[in-house]
């Protein structure tokens, strides 16, 4: 008989964190999250969307032993076509009838605060971390990301969730061949005088954030999902990253000092962090700089790419790429770079990753099950 807990006490809170990385222990590409990242999502001082949303966490339990867990909520940011709720955090060992009683549980306390459909895995937050189930290339995850074991794809569909859409994730050696429309471009774009390639410094982040602010406002604004951005927020924001940031790998081009198209990138956190077991004390924090100082780390992801539209299709992003790529051959240790996903849903975004010579070497999927099994599911829409 499994017994539901909700996560409240301290034990329970370390069962949480702790089980994955029991089930886990025998595969060597699982890579444990940092413990805080995942508690600061439950931690309503931490995260905003608690402002109007709810979520709890649950163990479940059978002969006193964990078998499962997860996440459940519902927030108003989450607007779908009717009142869809979430589920994320999903571990669950490989037994489709404890699977089918955790998603009937989400299921039954969605429904009784108004939900008609719920997503998953997806997060309590934005959609930049731990979001979709792992579907195809099961390699170490980039930090932040899900992972999962390839059987919880037939848990979630063999209980009725449906692909919503598929998250596709673009990889590119830094050292094969590049595209000779990208050499051309360089080439004809290097002579222009007007024109130049700088890399963000950390010494200056101030200019950088106002320059992101206007390039991707500019590009992604009115594309799709896009919406305008703060140059505060912006600025925030890389003040934060600043620690990580390599001044070898983010890259703004300008026409006489105007900011014209942006490449930003940053080291894959991951291949430092899965050394520390997901702690991040004074030890691990003093242990995190030893290896990001002496560790080489091979695999760099790649954030935002963006042109204006005034520039857009005449080669700016091949000068860019070629400029950069060259700059970071002989700088970086860096042999594959990794794009954060791409919704199927998103054919523009898609072509542009296409365009950089990238094949997809991973993906995830955001699943919907409909309460209503009598009503017709749809895709999310395309853009």
């Known amino acids: 008989m499994i017994i539901v807990e909700e996560v409240q006490s301290k034990d329970q809170k370390r069962e949480f964190l702790e089980f994955p ?11 444990r999250p940092l413990d805080r990242d995942i508690e600061d ?6 995260n905003k969307f608690f402002r109007e949303g709810a979520c709890k966490r649950f163990l479940f339990k059978n002969n006193n032993k964990t078998v499962g867990k997860v996440a ?16 994320g955090f999903f571990d669950c060992i490989n037994d489709q009838e404890t699977a089918n009683f955790i998603f009937d ?11 008609e459909a719920m997503d998953g895995p997806i997060n309590f937050g934005e959609r930049d971390k731990f979001w979709g189930l792992l579907i195809e290339g099961f390699t170490e995850p980039l930090y932040g990301m899900n992972y999962n ?9 063999n209980y009725g969730f449906q692909i919503y859409f598929e998250q596709l994730c673009f990889t590119r050696s830094i050292f094969a061949e590049v595209s000779r429309v990208f050499t051309i471009a360089h080439e004809r774009n290097r002579r ?6 700088k890399p963000m410094k950390k010494n200056n982040l101030g200019k950088f954030a106002k320059d ?16 305008q951005l703060e140059e505060a927020k912006v600025l925030r924001m890389f003040n934060k990253m600043k620690p990580i940031i390599n001044e070898h790998i983010s890259w703004f081009v300008y026409e006489n000092e105007k900011p014209i198209a942006m490449w930003i990138n940053l080291p894959d956190l991951n291949q430092w962090l899965k050394y520390l077991n997901g702690k991040l004390g004074m030890f691990e924090k003093l242990q995190f700089l030893w290896l990001k100082r002496f560790k080489k780390n ?5 954030l935002v790419f963006g042109v204006v539209p005034e520039w857009q299709k005449k080669g700016i992003d091949g000068y860019m790429i070629w400029e950069g790529t060259q700059h970071l051959r002989k700088h970086t240790d860096f042999t594959i770079t990794e794009l954060q996903w791409i919704g199927d849903f998103n054919p523009k975004m898609i072509k542009i990753a296409e365009m950089l010579d990238t094949t997809v070497t991973r993906k995830l999927a955001t699943y919907r099950y409909l309460f209503d099994r009598n009503k017709e599911f749809e895709r999310h829409t395309i853009l």
């Open 72 to 87: 459940v909520f519902i927030s108003p940011n989450y607007q779908q076509k009717q009142s869809t709720g979430g589920l």
């Open 192 to 197: 222009n005088p007007a024109i130049s390639a």
């Open 149 to 157: 074991f390839p059987y919880y794809k037939d848990l979630f569909e």
């Open 41 to 46: 999502i439950f931690d309503p001082e931490k």
């Open 298 to 302: 091979e695999k760099m992801v790649g």
């Open 105 to 115: 549980y989400c299921k039954n306390w969605l429904q009784e605060r108004g939900m």
């Open 21 to 31: 990385a029991q089930l886990y222990q025998n595969d060597k590409n699982y890579i």
């Open 212 to 227: 992101f602010t206007e390039i991707y406002n500019k590009a992604w604004a009115s594309h799709g999902e896009g919406k």
